[in-house]
Structures are given as structure tokens and as C-alpha cells.
């Protein structure tokens, strides 16, 4: 069955022999059955393979029945047929795994993510136009965050409080990938909801609308579904990507949030400068398209302006108002040297030929268990997808004492 | 240990390994500190499945890319033996496959408190067997006991 399952993944078992931590030649063994699969690994590879551990160790695929829902429908879309996509759902989807078992040890067994999804779906009319659902969704999602307060922007707050009610955020660069971003469920010690956000050549305004684009397809549209992916530059007339779309743009800058905003900086529409809209767009953390967007549907603005408005370049005066819009480069001369390496070398896990920049709260949480003497070291690797010596080295003058 | 009590099943001399302690003793090159126990004591070392499979994945590491050879050597020449259910027989006598089951639960069990696979597999199967354990790293023994 591994075989068959590795095979429908179209990805090369070497690539899979990595993201589980075993050495290429054993897991041809395990593929061609000529050693057993250890018992324990089977939660890991049934929750990356999206079938149940059983599954994994039967002969056959009988008849095509087990073909785990997620890696067909992946297969079935034309424009994810690339390699980078492919493994890098594989690598996240394992990171997600280890995610759901960071929060058993600390005693979180259930995702309150689920809660919440189920009381927005469920008071969501889907007769209703659109626009109306997204509004109505947002509302209550805002609520549900506790993001209802007035005019504050929620784009700080949007990650750490995702990950609390048990959501993985994951945002690493793919270069070589179509995809912006996707999500999906995965089977840990219980049922992890992933977003995944390309992060390369994005900024952090784009990606926290693309997330929660992501967060609404997790709550409408995942229930029947193993998967929900969106590429760059996608522009699908689909409802349930329009109601995404809206959806993100209600959570991140409704009208309270832009009436604020317009009122804290005396803004007039009419006489818009670049200046003015990168104010908006660093006081609603959200992307000069959104905001524009956003004001167009409130009627703020003409059609007309929000074409010229977003010819608009704001990133020199963005960069003076926010550290968020700095690049790379721009942002590491703004810290002390020192602590350059936690920003992004130590973060990035290589895994087969591709990298993944580890999330820093999950990495937080699994270096306070380590100094709490909670977990091992060896669990800390495991965990974070890297060998002992490799973590101990990078991670060495934040634990306590050298373990 | 001491010759077995009569009708008791024959004790095996044995110490197990956990993937930091052997892997050090293979970069430092000092196999021969097992093959003193084995020739002058009669101790085997054991190493669970999960050890083996870290064992095998860290020599891939191209930090310890020169200790390949020495794993492979330790396994084809009987330094480093794989715990199995079969071995298992001088020690429990004929209750192995539930012995076995026994390691592999509470081997799970340890792995779900904090500690990495091997060393959770080698920590069970030395307190299933009543055997000493290998190891270099004493947190995981912390870990084990603030349950």
C-alpha cells in the first residue's frame, strides 16, 4: 500500500524518505515490503497520506477505494502538477502532524477552530447574495477572535490568534510554485486545520488577506472537500472564491476599520496622495488593493478613482510607516545582528532539496517545553524537522543550559 | 547478571542503546568499548527499530557522513543487534509477541510524554526487560519521571 500511496503522490521517495526522518533505503524497504513498517511511524505516514493507519500497512490498494481524497484532487488539478507544490504540501502537512502533537503535550487536544467554523457555517444563509454571507461571516468571525473593536486593524493579531484556537499558519517562500495559498485538514492527535501562504515574492499586507481567503474556504468550503487551493493571480468567477475574497477583505478592512482610519488621518477620497493611501494601507495592515477595494464597495471612492488611486506607489512612504514593509534586507539592518539568524536562517528546515521556514510561534512553544524540561531534545528535533546536533547548534544559547 | 534461577528462563546479558550514545561512540570511533563488553562480558548491545532508524538516517548527515561504514560494519558483524520480538525468548520466555506488544506500548507512551522515538523505545524496552539503558542524555529520564 505504501508504494501505491507514494506513487499517487507523484512525488519521489527520497523526498518522502526525508520528511520522515528515515534514511532512503529503508524506505524502499518499507515500499517494496521486504521489512515491516514500524508501528509507530504509521500515524505519521497515514496522517501525511490522508488515509488511516490501517490503511498503510494492507497490500493493496483494493481496488482503488483507499486512494486518500487529498492527493487525488491534487493530482486532478492541471496547474498543480508541479513538483514544489506537491512536496511542499507534503513537508507542511508533516509539519502539521507535529503540530497536533506540540499541542497534546500542552494538554490541547481539540481545535477550538472547529467551534468556531461550525457557528459561523451554520448561521450563514447560502441563498443569501454573497456579498451578504461574506459581510455576515466576517462579523461573526470578528467576533468570535474578538476582533470586534472598532477600528482597530487586525493584521497583527491575525497569526497568533489563528494558532491559539489551533490553526497552523505556515509561510514559507516557494519559489517554483504556482500556488499563493491553500489549506487543508490534517489527522494528528486530533484534527489540525492547516494555511499555507507562499510567501515568496509576497508581502505581509498580501498574505494576510490571502490567509484569510484561506480561513473562509475552511469554513465553507472544506467540509466536502480535502483541499482548497488558489494560485497567484487567480481571478475564478467561482462563489465560493468570491465569497473568499470578500470574506478577507471584511475581516481586514470593514467600514469601521476605513471610517477610522479616514478620520485619524483626514483623509479626503477626492484628493488622495500616495502618502495618504500608505497611511490606510499601514493603519489596516491590509494591501493598497484591498484597502481600495474595500473603499470602492463602501462607496468612498468612484470606479474611476480606484483605478488611478491604484497606479498609486506607496512603497517608500509605506516603508517609513511600517517595519511590515520592509524588505528582507531592509528589515534585518533594523535588529541587532545577533539576532538575524532566529529571523530566518535558524527557522528554515531543509527537507529533501526544498526549504521550510519553521512558524515562530511554533518554534517558541516547542524551545519553552524544551527549557520547562517538558520534551527532550531529540523531541524538539523531531519536532521541528531537524536532526539533534543541528538544532542543539542553532538553538544552543536560548535553552537554559547546553542539553 | 547472575546464571537463572531453575525453571526460569535464562537471563541474556544485554544493554540497550539509544541513537545520541551510539552515534557518539561511532563519530569517536570507539565501537570497541561494545566489543569489550560483548568479548570480556558477554554483553550484547541492543538497539530498538526506532534507534536503528534514526541511526541510519543521522549517518546520511554529511556531519557524520565518515561514521556510514562503521554502522554498517556494527550491524553485519553483530556488535549492534536490532531488538526483535523472536530474540526476545531468553529473557521472557515463551510470552514474547506480548512482551514485545508490552515495549511498543509503552514505547508510544513515552514518545506521546516528550521524549524522540528512539530513545522512548529504548527507555521502554529497558524497563519491560529489566535491562540497563545506554544513553548520554539524562533529560529524557527527567522528562520520564515528572510523570
Not at chain 1, 520522515?20 to 505516514?45: C, D
Not at chain 1, 507544490?85 to 497534546?104: A, H, I, P, T, Y
Request: hydrophobic share 40%; charged share 25%.
Amino acid at each position: 500500500m505504501l508504494r501505491d500511496l507514494v506513487t499517487l503522490t507523484n512525488v519521489e521517495p527520497k523526498f518522502w524518505a526525508s520528511v520522515f526522518n528515515v534514511a532512503p533505503e529503508q524506505f524502499y524497504e518499507w515500499m517494496s515490503g521486504t521489512r515491516h513498517i514500524p508501528k509507530y511511524i504509521l500515524p505519521e505516514l497515514a496522517s501525511v497520506f490522508g488515509v488511516q493507519p490501517s490503511d498503510i500497512e494492507k497490500n493493496q490498494f483494493e481496488g482503488g477505494e483507499l486512494q486518500p481524497a487529498i492527493w487525488y484532487k491534487l493530482r486532478s488539478i492541471p496547474s498543480v502538477s508541479s513538483t514544489a507544490d506537491l512536496e511542499m504540501v507534503g513537508m507542511v502537512r508533516k509539519l502539521c502532524f507535529n503540530f497536533g502533537e506540540l499541542q497534546s503535550f500542552l494538554s490541547r487536544t481539540t481545535g477550538a477552530y472547529e467551534g468556531v467554523f461550525q457557528r459561523v457555517r451554520s448561521a450563514i444563509d447560502k441563498a443569501a447574495p454573497v456579498i451578504s454571507q461574506a459581510r455576515e461571516a466576517a462579523r461573526m468571525f470578528r467576533a468570535e477572535m474578538g476582533w470586534e473593536t472598532g477600528g482597530t486593524a487586525i493584521g497583527d493579531f491575525i497569526r497568533p490568534v489563528l494558532r491559539k484556537i489551533g490553526i497552523v499558519i505556515v509561510e514559507s517562500p516557494v519559489p517554483d510554485s504556482l500556488i499563493e495559498g491553500c489549506s487543508f485538514r490534517v489527522k494528528s492527535t486530533h484534527d489540525i486545520a492547516c494555511v499555507f501562504a507562499n510567501s515568496y515574492q509576497s508581502t505581509w499586507f498580501r498574505r494576510n488577506s490571502v490567509i484569510l481567503h484561506e480561513i473562509c474556504h475552511g469554513i465553507f468550503d472544506l467540509e466536502g472537500e480535502p483541499v482548497s487551493v488558489d494560485y497567484r493571480r487567480e481571478t475564478s468567477d467561482d462563489i465560493s472564491e468570491r465569497r473568499a475574497n470578500l470574506f478577507a477583505q471584511e475581516c481586514l478592512v470593514p467600514k469601521a476599520v476605513l471610517v477610522y482610519l479616514v478620520n485619524r488621518f483626514g483623509i479626503h477620497w477626492e484628493r488622495l496622495s500616495a502618502k495618504n493611501l500608505a497611511s490606510l494601507i499601514a493603519g489596516s495592515k491590509a494591501e493598497q488593493r484591498l484597502v481600495l477595494r474595500a473603499a470602492l464597495s463602501h462607496k468612498m471612492i468612484t470606479p474611476d478613482q480606484h483605478d488611478e488611486y491604484l497606479k498609486f506607489d506607496c512603497a517608500a512612504d509605506l516603508k517609513k510607516l511600517s517595519p511590515q514593509a520592509l524588505t528582507t534586507r531592509e528589515f534585518l539592518a533594523t535588529v541587532p545582528h545577533d539576532q538575524h539568524k532566529w529571523f530566518f536562517q535558524d527557522r528554515f528546515v531543509k527537507i529533501g532539496g526544498r526549504g521550510l521556514l519553521l512558524p515562530v510561534g511554533f518554534l517558541k512553544i516547542v524551545i519553552e517545553l524544551l527549557s520547562a524540561d517538558r520534551i527532550t531534545i531529540d523531541k524538539a528535533a523531531e519536532l521541528t524537522m531537524m536532526d539533534r546536533y543541528t538544532f542543539q547548534e542553532r538553538f544552543r544559547q536560548m535553552l537554559p543550559e547546553a542539553a | 547478571m547472575g546464571n537463572p534461577a531453575p525453571g526460569q528462563p535464562s537471563q541474556q546479558d544485554w544493554i540497550l542503546g539509544d541513537t545520541d550514545a551510539i552515534i557518539q561512540l561511532l563519530a569517536c570511533d570507539k565501537l570497541s568499548l561494545l566489543k569489550v563488553l560483548r568479548s570480556q562480558y558477554g554483553i550484547l548491545t541492543v538497539i530498538p527499530e526506532p534507534v536503528e532508524i534514526e541511526l541510519r538516517n543521522l549517518v546520511k548527515n554529511r556531519r557524520f557522513q565518515d561514521v556510514h561504514q562503521r554502522l554498517t560494519k556494527a550491524f553485519n558483524n553483530g556488535l549492534l543487534t536490532i531488538l526483535q520480538e523472536a530474540a526476545l525468548s531468553p529473557l521472557v520466555g515463551v510470552n514474547t509477541h506480548e512482551a514485545f506488544e508490552r515495549i511498543e506500548r509503552l514505547g508510544e507512551k513515552f514518545r506521546r510524554l516528550g521524549v524522540g522515538s528512539g530513545e522512548a523505545y529504548a527507555h521502554a524496552a529497558g524497563i519491560e526487560l529489566s535491562l540497563p539503558v545506554l544513553s548520554n542524555d539524562g533529560k529524557a529520564i527527567n522528562v520520564l519521571m515528572a510523570y
